[in-house]
């Protein structure tokens, strides 16, 4: 195990209802809060006005920005900042999934900053302040709810990038399963795809002795696994959401991640896909990852035994520990395929002509890989890997 | 699921040589500290020197209180809560185990309050305000360097009580498994109990869909179960120590019980058993908690025969889910038995002419139990289980 510090203040509220309480949680931070959301599905679901009337209720003053949306993009952080300082506004309640709260994010650092909020995204500043957060989520995949990272997209150049500092945790996050309940199947299966994600990023490593981790990691993609069949029948299961709507948390607020090397390849790779193509980021993900899992498993095949053995219950071929691994991988696409995901880069109509300009971006700011460490070549391969 | 509020802020620092960091991290909060232990063992590893000349590098006036008992006293707590007054001391550092975390935490909510602290262990008042803590831990066991919860003993009639509030989790708390290199091996099997039954005290519980939370106590179960034979041999296994420590941490912080309805009784009754005979609190458990099982396995049944099966191994006896329930309990006593704890109060030197006195005393304040809601005549039936 390696030597770590883990902190995670965020207060989580979770449960039936529990949307009520956000007003009363914001109020010690002032009394002018930006209202930050996507685009009309709160309004239908009817949260949006029970979020205005309980903010009312606490007198606060309401500032809107709407519109965000997946795969959230610079400019409107920009329009954030300018509208925070131009109203000293005091807070943001972000009412939404991974792409609300990471633009929320985002303006979060950016309004104490006087220099240009992207600097955070390219290495070039770290943060030393915020306005305080709090969070309504609606779709349980990116976990930012409780993470300590958010992930931009630059129109200039169609860069996605990510920020990863403590201090850009939120203050407060309510999570009610029930408004998941509207969630279209594709979205809850992508969802799904990025919590799995964020946990087997944590779990592939070099690292000896992670048992307790490991366990942890097994524990939490085992009850994703079980509950994403049922909710995909019933989307109003509310157990099953629950579970999963908390697992998602769990897998990417870096408890998992204690002590061990991490491994991001994944999800660097997809966020290039996104960036470029905007795709959704867990059907993107569910592409890659097996094909990056196919490319690096002889690196540690005994831990992708132990993954095949432990999280899809794959009997171990003793005397070929290669096909056990494999048998892993290929479960993981067939879960992904059952619950409606694309596992190719054809399906999701991406050609192959890009590769190496993606695969140069991949690796144009920093390094990346842990299990691996990787170069433009090995980016190219992968993403042959999931032609 | 139930309803939930979790929030764990207690920055954990975690590895080799992370006692170095206590002066820099007590920093922000002022420039007296009272330096809490208890006995001469802290002295003679050398941590005593190494932490004190690193407070003094950092320009601390040290004020010191030591001798900290197990089953911290009441007594103490009034002389640290004098001490700090006076003295107009800033902060406090705990180096130990358990006890010593927790008479700390009660000094640091007993300065700012007016009244007497015990009232915040019978329920009389709430704290609403406390002083800094920062934890050295060198016991994994009671988990209260990140719980927030503090038992102390009131000498006057050996009341031992706990207090559970947010308020009281460390500021920070430094985790260096070399510490508990030199624990002796009955101090490191009592942790072990101990750390089991928070698990425990948590998984037998009635509330159905709970299924990330029993996963994650599986595993953390499981992780302490693999580990312990292996300090138990090598008492200097970094990798097996670091994996009880973290687990010890994890058992106990909250995360485990998220969502679902907790039973507290075996604590609460070794708590009467320590309180009167002074043993050790985790000797305590690994008579208290298997009898408590026996006692109350029939209302869960189903409950008991998964804890069988998923933490012990156990197969299932489809047409005896009964002996497959009573076979966990029994390898859960066979494996206190095999690292040299405890199992009946005979070994403990304990008869049973107070157990009506302890069983009164134990349901005095407030009802207890969860899976059962228990009387005092359930509490003698159980320490009968016990002899």
């Known amino acids: 195990m390696n030597n770590f510090t883990f902190q995670c203040p965020t207060k989580i509220i979770f449960g039936r209802g529990t949307e009520d309480q956000a007003a009363r949680e914001l109020k010690p931070y002032g009394n002018k809060v930006l209202l930050h959301y996507g685009g009309g599905s709160i309004k239908k679901s009817g949260l949006y006005s029970k979020v205005v009337k309980s903010l009312k209720d606490e007198d606060f003053e309401i500032f809107e920005l709407s519109g965000v949306k997946p795969n959230p993009r610079l400019s409107m952080v920009y329009e954030g900042i300018k509208l925070c300082r131009e109203k000293n506004i005091d807070c943001i309640l972000a009412v939404g999934g991974g792409s609300v709260i990471d633009s929320a994010k985002a303006i979060a650092v950016g309004v104490p900053y006087n220099g240009d909020v992207w600097d955070f995204f390219i290495g070039k500043a770290m943060p030393e302040a915020v306005i305080p957060l709090g969070v309504i989520l609606t779709l349980p995949a990116t976990g930012s709810e409780a993470s300590n990272s958010c992930v931009i997209t630059n129109e200039d150049g169609w860069y996605k990038r990510g920020l990863n500092i403590d201090l850009i945790r939120p203050k407060f996050s309510i999570l009610n399963p029930e408004l998941t309940y509207t969630l279209p199947p594709f979205q809850t299966a992508c969802g799904v795809a990025d919590i799995m994600a964020h946990v087997m990023e944590r779990y592939f490593t070099n690292t000896p002795h992670v048992e307790l981790t490991d366990r942890l990691c ?3 993609l085992r009850t994703v696994i079980k509950n994403t069949p049922v909710v995909m029948e019933n989307p109003r299961d509310y157990d099953a959401r629950a579970e999963i709507m908390w697992a998602g948390t769990i897998a990417h607020n870096g408890l998992l991640g204690t002590g061990r090397q991490e491994d991001w390849t994944s999800h660097k790779i997809e966020h290039e896909l996104s960036g470029i193509y905007d795709i959704a980021h867990g059907a993107g993900l569910a592409v890659v990852f097996p094909a990056w899992m196919k490319y690096v498993y002889k690196i540690n095949v005994n831990r992708f035994v132990q993954y095949a053995k432990k999280v899809w219950d794959v009997e171990t071929n003793l005397s070929d520990p290669e096909a056990t691994a494999l048998e892993g991988i290929k479960r993981l696409e067939q879960f992904f395929k059952s619950i409606g995901l694309p596992t190719t880069l054809k399906e999701l109509d991406i050609p192959s002509d ?17 299990l691996k460490r990787m170069t433009s070549e090995d980016i190219v391969n992968i993403l042959n890997l999931a032609k």
Not at 354 to 370: D, L, S, Y
């Open 354 to 370: 890009r590769f190496e300009e993606m695969a140069q971006k991949c690796v144009k700011f920093t390094p990346i890989g842990g």
């Open 218 to 220: 097994e524990a939490t």
